[in-house]
């Protein structure tokens, strides 16, 4: 059975820093296309940042030079470091995972497992 469980989030002031986790069961994030997503109020769900071992790291473009993901193969584990936050970074925070090769580039493509989110609030 596979899982994906975040945590991390919380409320922090503008400028802040966070930094997400997410534990993976049932598979590993190494063979993996593995990503950051987050959903704002009244907003559709957007792509964040992923990681996979043909892309390497990619970030959308308003967390460029501010977000970094990793991901730790030893412990199975996918991160997100934040710095210098902004409320428009709030957001319920998602990790996902896939293996199944895709034609799409990673922020757009589909992904079949899901954390169950973690918020995250900048004021």
């Known amino acids: 059975h596979v899982q994906l469980v975040e945590s991390g989030g919380g409320l922090v002031q503008v400028g802040g820093s966070l930094r997400l986790s997410c534990g993976a069961s049932?598979?590993?994030?190494?063979?993996?296309?593995v990503g950051w997503f987050r959903q704002a109020p009244g907003k559709a769900r957007e792509g964040v940042a992923t990681?996979?071992?043909?892309?390497?790291?990619t970030y959308t473009g308003s967390v460029k030079g501010r977000f970094t993901i990793s991901r730790d193969n030893n412990t199975n584990t996918l991160y997100l470091q934040m710095d210098r936050l902004i409320p428009g970074d709030t957001g319920v925070y998602y990790c996902?995972?896939?293996?199944?090769?895709?034609?799409?580039?990673?922020?757009?493509?589909?992904?079949?497992?899901w954390g169950q989110g973690t918020q995250v609030t900048v004021s």
């Open positions: 996902a995972a896939d293996m199944r090769p895709s034609m799409l580039p990673p922020l757009v493509r589909a992904y079949s497992v």
């Open positions: 049932g598979h590993e994030v190494r063979s993996s296309c």
């Open positions: 990681i996979d071992s043909e892309n390497g790291p």
